[in-house]
């Protein structure tokens, strides 16, 4: 943004400055409005494209669904069906007739709590196996069988083991969100340069300072990828594990109206897992980018 | 002058499943307090495994180092080491690179604001301050390696490995920092042990210059006394005919007698 704001300066400044140097004075700044209008340019440019797309793809599901006897509503079916769902998306009628608002923050402080909990072990155990030779020698066969079974394969198992379903959705989240997490950290620990472990030898850091110093931020662009990854695993499974267990969230809130045939209110709550999980993965994502900020390598 | 860095019978076998390589053999050493001696040598002739081995980043097979009368084994601030590639922390900036070693090793005997100040004036030594919140991909490679010696010097290092510092640069910037270098020498009376590959550095630099022959089992081949009074002057040296004996010295011994040998 900066390079390209300066390079403008330049461009609008040297014809003047050629022609007339004491106007070039005044000419210092492009216009207030000029940068306005390259701002909005900017934007226009990344907004337009998709929205020319989604309103292609709604008009042809406009077309596909609009005759009778068809098994999907059309759009405009589907915002008539659910405009009281979103414009009020707070109301409480209590159990689990409530707005979307609180299925979907139901949802996601059951991911908050099993992802927090992945995300410590996960580095923990990842530094572990990246660090300690005997270590990955022991746990990485089963990390790798490990990690292949699907998320709702364990519910079962942590019902049994939990008898409740909320302590049992949020252990399918973290068994599910764990194995990227460890697997990327491993990886990003073992690839640490030896010059970084030379330095630390010679100034002689102890092992927490090891860890605090060198480590962390030598193998962050790393952890920050399966931190990444194993947000969004950690949203596909809650909807899925949420299905079963019902109760308040949006996964059950989908699977209670497939049960009373309401498919609009179906479209509108994927509709918003979507838009959910492309905030999370957006939210790791930035995090990643202040932390890892001076990482990049040189 | 005693004897201040002593390598004693040095061995160094690189073992790999059965096959067994001798990257060094026989190196013996006596470094004075002050001194700067150079090690020179064809590619691959175990002159960086002898720089690990001094600086405790690798253990010797047979036979050790003793500095002062001592025996090190383990890597610490008093040898510290400028890596050929600067190795500064890509996260850190150019002040809180150098604060890591000084924050350890002047933990107990300095305080705080002393610390900041030391760094500051080891920054100084090496013309960087004013780039002390930049981060090492915001500088150039010759100011890399500037902050790279600062990091080592502010640890007051008894001896000060150098591993091919100017390897890296180009050859302008490689003479610039050769001047500092010899100018930090001169002030502050360090001793200095450099591994190169350059006979010119080696020439210009060095009170003594240690010359490898080619691996495997690297002996030393011959040592150079270079009897130049210092301050020295890259100009005024390119004829000086004591300089140029000393090159030739050096040219022949790596040309001629101990020729590099493309491994087949």
């Known amino acids: 943004m900066n390079m390209s704001a300066t390079k403008i300066e330049v461009e609008t400044a040297t014809p003047v400055a050629v022609a007339a140097p004491v106007v070039a004075m005044t ?20 907004v337009i494209p998709p929205l020319v797309v989604i309103a292609l793809l709604a008009l042809v599901w406009e077309l596909a669904c609009r005759r009778g006897g068809s098994a999907l509503p059309p759009p405009s079916k589907v915002f008539r069906d659910t405009k009281e769902l979103i414009f009020d998306p707070f109301f409480d009628h209590g159990g689990i007739d409530k707005g979307l608002f609180w299925h979907l923050s139901a949802s996601l402080q059951r991911v908050a709590l099993g992802y927090s909990l992945s995300a410590i072990a996960g580095i923990a155990l ?108 950690s ?26 045939s309401h498919i609009s209110e179906i479209i509108l709550a994927l509709f918003y897992v979507g838009i959910v999980g492309f905030m999370l993965d957006r939210l790791i994502a930035g995090l990643g980018k202040i932390v890892t900020r001076g990482t990049a390598q040189n | 002058m005693t004897t201040y860095l002593k390598l004693d019978q040095i061995d160094k076998i690189f073992t790999c499943g059965a096959a067994t390589t001798e990257v060094l053999k026989d190196i013996n050493l006596t470094i004075e307090k002050g001194e700067y001696v150079s090690i020179i040598g064809h590619s691959g002739c175990g002159k960086s495994t002898l720089l690990n081995i001094i600086a405790g980043l690798t253990n010797a097979t047979t036979g050790g180092v003793l500095l002062e009368n001592r025996e090190v084994n383990l890597p610490g601030p008093d040898r510290a080491v400028v890596f050929q590639n ?51 991909s915001e500088i150039s490679g010759g100011m890399k390696q500037r902050v790279g010696i600062a990091r080592a010097l502010a640890m007051e290092p008894k001896v000060l490995l150098l591993d091919e510092p100017f390897g890296a640069l180009d050859a302008l910037t490689r003479a610039h920092l050769q001047d500092s270098v010899m100018a930090l020498h001169q002030k502050l009376g360090n001793t200095i042990l450099m591994i190169t590959h350059d006979v010119d550095e080696a020439v210009l630099l060095s009170d003594r210059i240690v010359m490898m022959t080619n691996g495997p089992s690297a002996r030393i081949g011959e040592v150079l006394d270079v009897p130049l009074a210092r301050p020295r002057k890259r100009l005024e040296l390119a004829t000086n005919i004591t300089y140029l004996n000393c090159r030739q010295r050096v040219l022949e011994f790596l040309y001629e007698r101990h020729r590099f040998v493309e491994a087949a």
């Open chain 1, 27 to 46: 000419l210092r700044r492009p216009p207030r409005a000029e940068t306005y209008a390259r701002i909005a340019r900017e934007t226009a440019v990344r």
């Open chain 1, 126 to 233: 990842g530094v572990l196996v990246g660090q300690s030779v005997w270590a990955m020698r022991g746990l990485d066969p089963l990390f790798q069988v490990l990690r292949t079974i699907p998320p709702l394969a364990w519910l079962p198992l942590s019902l049994a083991a939990f008898r409740d379903g909320q302590p049992s959705a949020i252990f399918v989240i973290f068994i599910t969100s764990i194995w990227p997490i460890i697997i990327n950290t491993a990886v990003g620990i073992r690839n640490i340069p030896q010059d970084y472990r030379n330095v630390a030898a010679v100034v002689q850091l102890n092992p927490l300072e090891f860890f605090a110093k060198i480590m962390i931020p030598a193998a962050a662009p790393y952890i920050f990828t399966g931190l990444r990854i194993g947000i969004g695993l």
């Open chain 1, 235 to 260: 949203w596909l499974a809650i909807i899925a594990a949420e299905m079963l267990i019902g109760g308040v969230g949006i996964g059950f809130f989908i699977w209670d109206a497939w049960n009373s």
């Open chain 2, 86 to 136: 600067h190795s500064l922390l890509p996260w850190l900036t150019v002040f809180e690179n150098v604060k890591l070693g000084v924050d350890k090793v002047f933990a107990r005997t300095k305080k705080r604001a002393e610390r900041d100040a030391w760094v500051m004036h080891n920054l100084n030594l090496v013309q960087m301050a004013h780039a002390r919140d930049k981060r090492p």
